[in-house]
């Protein structure tokens, strides 16, 4: 039995560069439930910020369409972090900036 991989699942997986503006914004509202440190094994399973650059380029192009994904929906953060949380609402420039950042990197990633 053959097994054909594209040569960006095998290619190995470009450091994740996030500019510094979105880096403030995920520092303050997304690490703390997708890290290593964060609560919610669902959130980790989904997401981990922390292992971005460990994924291949595949599963990395993968990760940031789901990011622009749920942020076009606006399913990020839950409407239950957002009731006890208040704070932790994106604002609608918080939300644009990471959906453009996640979603050029998903197109630059699956080239």
Same mark, same amino acid.
């Given at each position: 039995?053959?097994? #054909?991989? @594209?040569? &960006?699942?095998?290619?190995? !997986?470009? /450091?994740?560069?996030?500019?510094? *503006?979105?880096?403030?914004?995920?520092?303050?509202?997304?690490?703390?439930?997708?890290?290593?440190?964060?609560?919610?094994?669902?959130?980790?399973?989904?997401?981990?910020?922390?292992? #971005?650059? @460990?994924? &291949?380029?595949?599963?990395? !192009?993968? /990760?940031?369409?789901?990011?622009? *994904?749920?942020?076009?929906?606006?399913?990020?953060?839950?409407?239950?972090?957002?009731?006890?949380?208040?704070?932790?609402?994106?604002?609608?420039?918080?939300?644009?900036?990471?959906?453009?950042?996640?979603?050029?990197?998903?197109?630059?990633?699956?080239?």
């Amino acid at each position: 039995m053959a097994i #054909l991989l @594209s040569a &960006s699942a095998l290619a190995p !997986a470009p /450091k994740v560069k996030i500019p510094k *503006k979105a880096n403030a914004v995920i520092e303050a509202k997304c690490y703390g439930c997708h890290s290593a440190e964060g609560r919610s094994d669902k959130a980790k399973a989904a997401l981990r910020w922390d292992q #971005l650059d @460990s994924l &291949s380029t595949d599963l990395q !192009a993968d /990760k940031f369409a789901a990011i622009e *994904k749920v942020l076009e929906e606006g399913s990020m953060p839950p409407a239950r972090m957002v009731e006890r949380n208040p704070d932790m609402k994106l604002t609608d420039a918080e939300t644009a900036l990471l959906a453009k950042w996640a979603g050029n990197m998903s197109k630059k990633l699956s080239r």
